[in-house]
């Protein structure tokens, strides 16, 4: 069984920065994908950002040059960092695991952290 524990996420203005970083534990593969998405009320969830054990990265187009994702492999840990944020980055944000790039379907979640801009 795999656990994915989220934190960082909170209330902030525009313009500001927020971290989050999601911890896995259990039974993890020898390879993966650790990725962020997130859903707004009333939207299906989105790629934030995504991020291979060899440090190949993929950034939705929304977040290209906003937002920088991260892991540490022997912590298994996976961290966004969030800058410049706009009321449209509002969301719950959800952290994935999966076995390779595109089967984030058949992954593991976490339980969300909810990230609030206001204007």
């Known amino acids: 069984q795999v656990q994915l524990v989220e934190s960082g996420g909170g209330l902030v203005q525009a313009g500001g920065s927020l971290r989050l970083s999601c911890a896995a534990s259990g039974s993890i593969f020898s390879t993966s994908v650790m990725g962020w998405y997130r859903q707004a009320p009333g939207k299906q969830r989105e790629l934030v950002a995504s991020?291979?054990?060899?440090?190949?990265?993929n950034y939705g187009d929304s977040v290209k040059g906003r937002f920088t994702i991260s892991r540490d492999n022997a912590k298994i840990t996976v961290y966004l960092q969030m800058n410049s944020l706009k009321p449209e980055d509002t969301a719950v944000y959800y952290c994935n695991l999966a076995p390779w790039v595109g089967a984030h379907a058949i992954g593991y979640w976490g339980q969300g952290t909810q990230v609030t801009v206001s204007s």
């Open positions: 991020i291979t054990t060899g440090g190949s990265t």
